[in-house]
């Protein structure tokens, strides 16, 4: 039998480009995209054959409205920009916004304060019928009490974006070096594994291996890998359900949500029904895929490195949160993976200057999705 062999690379180029980027996720991606735009020359070395990291295994939601302060800032600057980039790349996004379900007083109180505070452009309130127009399960259940819609949030499937936008940028212009590792960085040069590629700039969007080439830089922001365990299950009944779906998980998460009054009942009370859940710091969500899986998660371990073997537990409950959600018995899972992001209890957005002419860029708060399109044009401001 043969075996196909890759094509061979190219040399790199010795004439400087004007932008390196190192990392083809997402954040590494938004800071070629917004290079293209000033028209420079760009060139993304990632080490992998193709995006296999965070930016593609996550839940696709562009989730800005329960965000505040700068990470609000970026969302929506993000947002503007996903629009665009939709069109012009050619992937679908949809418009159908977030709906967070109320199961208690407390969970809809979140709500209610937080739509006096934000405005109906941005959180419309729902009864239970409203939010059953939406999430049918919600007609079965007794514990949903309403919810509410934010129209805003949108949502992309990244299996689907993630490659279009590097085939978009490959077609205007952007020298794309798949398989082929950074091992260092020196001002002007990334030294990766098949020679040097001189840059006039550099950005390192490594993700959370940015402690690999940067280890002093990460401890100091005390960098580690949150772990999330994933599912994709089937759907319960021939439902479509547009919107991603958030719960009384998320206002204990999300900085709009958790800065209500109510807030501090919704943890009381997850605390008293299923203290397990809290020592997992579940964020039940979910979303659909293009072929009606739900994408449902998730769970969040955080560690410098992780121990390899995920115990099975986590996941149950998961499914078991899941199930009581759909108001159904039990779900069947299609797919499960482990997703890994950087997180720093420092700081929302890890950017720092190692050395001249280089900038180390890593979303460390589990949002990059959300906010990676409006934070590289303010580094590229500063850097270029
Ligand atoms: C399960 C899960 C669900 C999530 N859900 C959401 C969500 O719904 N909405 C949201 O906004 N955010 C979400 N996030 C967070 C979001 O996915 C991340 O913040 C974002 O994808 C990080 O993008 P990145 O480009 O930094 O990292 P990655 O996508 O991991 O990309 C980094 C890339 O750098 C490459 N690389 C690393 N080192 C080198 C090197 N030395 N040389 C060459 N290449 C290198 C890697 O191979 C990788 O491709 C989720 C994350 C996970 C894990």
Known sequence: MTTARPPASPPLPTRPVDLAVVGAGIVGLAHAVDAVERGLRVAVVERDARAVGASIRNFGHLCATPQTGTVLEYAMAAREKWLRLSEKAGFDIVRAGTLVVARSTAEMGVLEEFAAERGREQVRLLDRAGVANTFPAAHNSNEIVGGAHLPLD???????AIPA?????????VDFRWHTHAGAISPGIVHTARGDLPATAIVHASGHDVDRLFPVLAEENEVRRCKLHMLEVDPPGDIRIDPAVLTGYSMLRYGGLAATGPATEVRREITERAPETLDVVMNLMFTQRPDGAIVLGDTHHYNRTHFPFDEESVTDLVLREGARLFGVDRLTVRRRWRGIYA?????????ATPAPGVRVVSVTSGIGMTTALGLAPTVLDDLL
């Open 154 to 160: 949108l949502r992309v499937d990244p299996r689907a």
């Open 165 to 173: 936008l590097a085939d978009w940028l490959t077609a205007n212009g």
């Open 343 to 351: 997180d720093s209890p420092k700081t929302d957005f890890l950017v």
